[in-house]
């Protein structure tokens, strides 16, 4: 392949982006084309058809399935509520009574003579769509959802668990290498999103749960603790929809990692800021990756051009993403196009990089980053 | 279909294929050349069929660019593939399989879950679906269990079986009720009612309509059960197919303009390569185990008995889903294959680590071997799942209704796959494809399948089965000459007797004796006892006569102590003599287990051995 390498993850303070939201299902959009949105604004909301009952009639009744019809005392479409007899029979001439009653709200939905089986429908369960980022409404999708633009600073993360939430950003790192502990976090941090530098410890993600933090961010986590965090360990890269207290989101990989310097600083100048965020990640084409968005931040100075994302060259800022050198940061320096024999004997693609300690390593070119402007 | 295209008598001779993948896009170029279809070149690039592009068509006409870029031939225009071929110019005919976007996902539904059910799943997973689910009314759950979870589920279409023809409906018609009342939603597609296919009991059907007609894209087929004694699976596959372009391909994005490029159907992935296999194992008359390992499943095929199986482990896989590897095969079993001392912390972050960046490779000798340990826990399990399906139809000795084998979940059926008898073993994806040396991949493969007696090994070298099974759907001769000589890498040939361990007070224990003859006659000759692995140097491409003689109570195929004499092909990694026994059994003890790693290692060549020592003694 031309571009034997993964894309970098964007770290950047200024960017517009789009954000489609849409419902599962069709319902109704609740804002209009030009809207001005907050996170929490609803922009489109629906009822999902309630749970259905399926009550085993036949057999309460006491009665063959093509005798179930006869013996409702309600018919399809009909309203009941929970308690309500909806069929009754009587056998051994009138000795034994029987009663089907219904155990929840809701409306018969079918009576079926094949199976014997009633089903009942519960009332619908309504569902709301909203915003997540402070925006503006450039398009709707009718019935569907619409798509929501903004600008300001953005941030992704390689991995993360939990869902949406937003709140300010509370800068508790001491330096990009130093990890986040449980005497970091205080009262003050509830209802924040809080930055820690290169690892959340286990302890500190019990605090911030326990405080209120409605999500944590550093550069690592150790896989232990997130098992124990989840009370369950997660199998395949699709993550998001976790019943957890506190999103967490770490910037790059497992155990403790120090977080690159650019994704350190933006996030120090972010401090106070409000950020949405969520851990929802999804390693496939079309990769998901957690993500803090801060709207409507303005860079205090210019910075200076950055390399552009449209390929590795002599220069180009990197994160080598596999041992030996996992999670060290350089710059390439060299990109050799012939094959080159490396230790596992595999003849793989390479480049030459210079490390931060002005090391030159040579490394298969699948085996890093790009860190993207 | 597509020699019409081109009217009659216009032979193919250029055909460009592409399969496009969850991550990428591969295309092959195969010309005729001095009489035989050749593979000319390949390219690849990133699948497009997510954001930012979400055209699956940007994916393949990159790849081709690649191959226009190597061949210096113009292949693309405006709306897609050039074809015919004028001159230099396009290809005769353009064929694509597809996976992107998670491939087909399906639910099954069945009255009896080792009976119907598991013909309704073995009828999609040979279509090339990834079953999320089998839905029976034995299957343990409470009816709102399964309509919580068919709530839950977003497939793509439902298949849904039951009941023989004339038989009982009531059990059909509930399961079809269930379905009704949980409104499942396809997972493309808002809006658009979901297919079902109904393929059980004849008489059923007016119920089935009047349940489902109105809510969903109800399609009926012949039942998959006419009878207890008989699978018909083709009806619904047929159907699965018909779905799978009409309403699948359809919703995905680009896959419009794509079906445009080609006269031939697009095929799921798995399902081309499945024909394949199918294919190999009629013409040359032989049983066949196929396996694909991937970033995030691991399918398994096989054809035993005339009887064609694939399953697919939707979760087994080494990068997206390798966790889930460690998850179901646990830390210890991954670290029995690593002879050197891991810290268990570590580890766990280093396949977290490669899960969250999957397209990173190994770098390290020590990382090399993590991988390759990993892939035999997976090869080992999604094995271990198949042989579970591919069996004979159960429950069918016993009379009665169909209310009484809803109680006959635990009827068994014997497994179709008899190790003893297999014919060729074919592996495929990266970790096999790409391993370093092909020993290695050799060895994946025996340590993962475990294949007894006399067993031929090969790799599909560039995984191009997909692009080859569908290419056999128009045009077998071309498949076959192209998967015999380009795609398919002959590793050799493993022996491994059968037979009890030895006590060990004894000592070493001969179990078999080997002679080779080459085609110029000289020959060779090893022995090996038990617990030991050896390697015999045959060339790649000759034929030669081997004639393994098992030691008195060692089984080679022909009964214990019986003499085995046959042709077999050469191959890279030659023949290798696996007298470790079986089922295989590692030692317990660390050091032991890390000395007979290490002697097999080096018995076969598997690892470089300076820089192998030097991991163990750090």
Redo the contacts between chains.
């Keep these: 392949m031309a571009h034997a390498y993964t894309p970098g993850l964007k770290v950047t303070d200024n960017i517009v982006l789009r954000k489609e939201r849409r419902l599962p299902i069709l319902g109704e959009v609740r804002v209009g084309l030009g809207d001005t949105v907050r996170p929490d604004t609803v922009v489109a909301e629906t009822e999902l058809p309630g749970d259905p009952q399926t009550l085993n009639a036949a057999n309460v009744l006491g009665l063959l399935p093509m005798e179930v019809p006869r013996h409702m005392l309600k018919k399809e479409g009909d309203k009941v509520t929970a308690g309500e007899v909806i069929g009754r029979a009587s056998t051994l001439f009138g000795l034994i009574k029987r009663q089907l009653k219904a155990p929840c709200d809701g409306t018969i939905e079918r009576i079926s003579e094949v199976s014997g089986q009633v089903t009942l429908r519960e009332p619908p369960v309504p569902l709301q769509i909203t915003a997540y980022i402070h925006g503006t409404i450039v398009e709707v999708l009718p019935r569907e959802g619409v798509v929501i633009e903004t600008e300001g600073a953005f941030i992704q993360g390689i991995f993360g668990v939990g869902g949406e939430t937003f709140g300010t950003i509370r800068f508790r790192a001491a330096g990009p290498d130093k990890p986040l502990t449980a005497a970091d976090i205080d009262d003050s941090c509830k209802d924040g999103i809080v930055v820690g530098g290169s690892l959340m410890t286990g302890e500190a993600i019990a605090k911030a749960a326990k405080v209120g933090v409605r999500a944590l961010v550093a550069g690592g986590i150790i896989d232990t603790d997130l098992v124990k965090y989840l009370g369950y360990d997660i199998g395949v890269a699709i993550t998001g929809q976790e019943d957890v207290p506190t999103t967490l989101i770490v910037t790059e990989g497992f155990g403790p990692m120090r977080m690159a310097d650019k994704t350190f600083e933006l996030l120090k100048s972010l401090d106070g800021c409000e950020a949405s965020v969520t851990g929802a990640t999804q390693i496939r084409a079309g990769v998901m990756r957690p993500e803090i968005i801060v709207s409507g931040y303005r860079a205090k100075k210019k910075r200076k051009a950055e390399a552009s994302s449209s390929g590795l060259v002599p220069g180009t800022p990197i994160r080598l993403i596999r041992e030996p050198y996992f999670g060290l940061l350089g710059e390439v320096v060299e990109l050799p196009p012939e094959l080159v024999v490396i230790e596992t004997e595999a003849k793989v693609r390479i480049l030459k990089a210079r490390l931060q300690s002005g090391e030159i390593v040579t490394v298969p070119r699948a085996n890093v980053e790009i860190l993207e402007s | 279909m597509a020699r019409a295209k081109h009217g009659p008598g216009k032979e193919i001779s250029s055909i460009l294929a592409t399969d496009c993948g969850?991550?990428?896009t591969k295309a092959i170029l195969i010309e005729k050349r001095d009489g035989v279809y050749r593979l000319i070149v390949r390219g690849?690039?990133?699948?497009t069929?997510?954001?930012p592009f979400e055209d699956v068509t940007a994916g393949a006409r990159n790849a081709i660019r690649?191959i226009e870029e190597l061949t210096g031939r113009k292949l693309l225009g405006d709306d897609g593939v050039l074809t015919p071929q004028k001159g230099d110019t396009g290809v005769d005919i353009f064929l694509s399989t597809s996976s992107?976007?998670?491939g087909l996902q399906m639910m099954v539904a069945g009255v009896v879950k080792t009976m119907t059910a598991e013909s309704a799943e073995r009828a999609a997973l040979g279509a090339g679906a990834i079953v999320m689910d089998a839905i029976a009314v034995n299957d343990g759950r409470k009816?709102?269990q399964k309509?919580?979870r068919i709530?839950n589920l977003r497939p793509d279409m439902i298949l849904l079986s039951g009941g023989v023809d004339g038989g009982t409906?009531?059990?059909v018609?509930?399961i079809a009720?269930?379905i009704?009342?949980?409104?499942p939603?396809p997972r493309l597609g808002?809006?658009f009612k979901l297919p079902i296919i109904f393929a059980g009991n004849k008489d059923?059907v007016p119920?089935i309509e009047e349940?489902l007609g109105e809510k969903m894209d109800l399609r009926v087929v012949p039942n998959l059960r006419p009878v207890l004694e008989k699978e018909v699976l083709g009806p619904a596959r047929e159907e699965i197919h018909n779905l799978f372009m009409e309403h699948v391909m359809a919703q995905a994005p680009g896959y419009d303009k794509l079906m445009k490029w080609t006269p031939v159907p697009i095929m799921p992935t798995p399902a081309a390569v499945g024909s394949l296999v199918e294919a190999v194992g009629k013409e040359n008359d032989i049983t066949v185990i196929g396996v694909d390992i991937g970033g995030?499943t691991t399918d398994v095929f096989s054809y035993f008995k005339e009887t064609f199986n694939r399953t697919v482990s939707a979760?087994l896989g080494m990068?997206?889903?390798i966790?889930?590897v460690?998850?179901?095969a646990g830390l210890d079993r991954i670290k029995r294959w690593l002879p050197f001392k891991v810290d268990d912390?570590?580890l766990?972050?280093?396949i977290?680590?490669k899960?969250?960046?999957?397209?990173?490779?190994?770098?390290?000798?020590?990382?090399?071997l993590i991988e390759q340990a990993i892939s035999r826990e997976a090869l080992a399990m999604a094995f271990e799942h198949h042989k579970t399906l591919a069996t004979g139809l159960k429950g069918i000795h016993r009379g009665g209704t169909m209310d009484r084998f809803v109680d006959q979940a635990h009827v068994g059926a014997e497994s179709l796959i008899d190790m003893k008898d297999l014919g060729l073993l074919i592996g495929s994806g990266g970790v096999l494809s790409?391993a370093?040396?092909r020993i290695q991949a050799a060895l994946m493969l025996i340590d993962g399948f475990q294949p007894e007696a006399v067993t031929p090994l090969a790799v599909d070298s560039i995984f191009m089965m997909p692009q080859l099974g569908v290419l056999a759907t128009v045009h077998p001769q071309a498949s076959a000459q192209v998967f015999d000589r380009d795609c398919l890498i002959r590793l050799g040939t493993v022996v491994a007797p059968l037979g009890p361990a030895p006590s060990g007070r004894e000592g070493p224990v001969e179990v078999v004796r080997v002679k080779v003859t080459l085609p110029d006659g000289q020959t060779l000759e090893e022995s090996a006892a038990y617990g030991e692995m050896k390697r015999i140097p045959v060339p790649e491409g000759a034929k030669v006569r081997l004639r393994v003689e098992p030691s008195r109570g060692y089984d080679v195929g022909a009964g214990p102590g019986h003499r085995v004499e046959r042709e077999v092909d050469g191959g890279v990694c030659g023949i290798i003599l696996d007298c470790r026994g079986r089922p295989l059994v590692l030692p317990e003890n660390d050091a032991e287990r890390s000395a007979k790693l290490l002697e097999w290692f080096r018995a076969l060549d598997v690892y470089?051995q300076e820089?192998l020592a030097g991991l163990v003694e750090s």
Excluded at chain 2, 44 to 47: L, R
Excluded at chain 2, 355 to 368: A, V, Y
């Design positions: 969850s991550t990428t690849e690039a990133p699948t069929v997510e954001k690649e992107a976007g998670g009816p709102h309509i919580e709530r409906k009531k059990h018609v509930e009720e269930l009704a009342a949980a409104e939603k808002i809006g059923a119920h349940t995030a979760n990068s997206y889903s966790c889930n460690l998850l179901e912390a570590d766990r972050n280093r977290r680590n899960m969250i960046r999957p397209t990173t490779i190994p770098q390290t000798l020590e990382e090399l790409h370093p040396r470089p820089p």
